[in-house]
């Protein structure tokens, strides 16, 4: 095995992981697109308490080590939101860019309000100012007051539902071909322009 003799020298670690950041190499890359969604996304699930609640993340499993009490995930085709419910029900469900990619977004939303314990949480994240992305269809996007509204007409109340959505220009742009990691080194602001969402995201509760 090649031996370096740099990691020997004093704070060599913080300045290799001070180095991956910049250049976008740690273990998980982030796309650029998402770092203050999945920021903002996880400050609000943290107030949740996160270790006493019994999870669902539907298509996905970016929030298995977050140290929820119980944790399921389920992935299509095996399941399919618009056509049934599972047997059990949660605390908390979370679709992570998931709801633009159905045929029947309502069916959904009103399926993942029933498999809600009643004070139970629906976190939905989608795309808004983002390419046609056919994994395996791309039927929707919702601005913030469009999705307030979607998640109302599932059964949730408008007032107690929290958005927020981040992008701007130079993100939408790289990505335009393909998904591009987020890497400090090469600029990539993370300045929102509001009128430029790449992303929306809520969470709403089951009264």
């Known amino acids: 095995m090649f031996y370096n003799p740099l990691r020997t020298l004093p704070g060599f670690k913080k300045i290799r992981s001070?180095?991956?950041?910049l250049?976008?190499?740690?273990?998980i890359p982030t796309n650029w697109s998402r770092v203050i969604m999945q920021q903002e996304t996880r400050k609000l699930v943290e107030g949740l308490q996160?270790?006493?609640?019994?999870?669902?993340?539907?298509?996905?499993?970016?929030?298995?080590?977050?140290g929820f009490k119980?944790?399921?995930?389920?992935?299509?085709?095996?399941y399919d939101i618009c056509e049934t419910v599972l047997p059990k029900t949660f605390d908390l469900i979370i679709a992570d860019q998931v709801f633009e990619?159905?045929?029947?977004?309502?069916?959904a939303g009103k399926n993942v309000y029933q498999m809600l314990n009643p004070g139970g949480y629906f976190l939905?994240?989608?795309?808004?100012?983002?390419?046609?992305?056919?994994?395996?269809i791309d039927c929707s996007r919702w601005t913030e007051i469009g999705l307030k509204y979607f998640l109302a007409e599932c059964g949730f109340p408008l007032e107690t539902?929290?958005?927020?959505?981040?992008?701007?220009?130079a993100c939408i742009k790289a990505n335009w071909r393909d998904w591009v990691?987020?890497?400090?080194?090469?600029?990539?602001?993370?300045?929102?322009?509001?009128?430029?969402?790449?992303?929306?995201?809520a969470l709403t509760q089951k009264i």
Do not use: M
């Open 124 to 136: 939905i994240s989608t795309p808004f100012l983002v390419r046609i992305h056919n994994y395996p």
């Open 50 to 66: 996160p270790s006493q609640l019994k999870v669902l993340e539907i298509s996905g499993n970016y929030w298995e080590k977050t």
């Open 23 to 27: 250049l976008g190499n740690s273990k």
């Open 161 to 169: 539902t929290q958005t927020g959505s981040w992008g701007n220009r």
């Open 101 to 107: 990619h159905l045929l029947w977004p309502y069916r």
């Open 18 to 21: 001070s180095l991956d950041f």
């Open 181 to 201: 990691i987020y890497r400090p080194i090469f600029l990539h602001s993370l300045k929102n322009e509001p009128d430029f969402p790449y992303c929306v995201w």
């Open 70 to 78: 119980e944790y399921k995930a389920i992935h299509y085709p095996e």
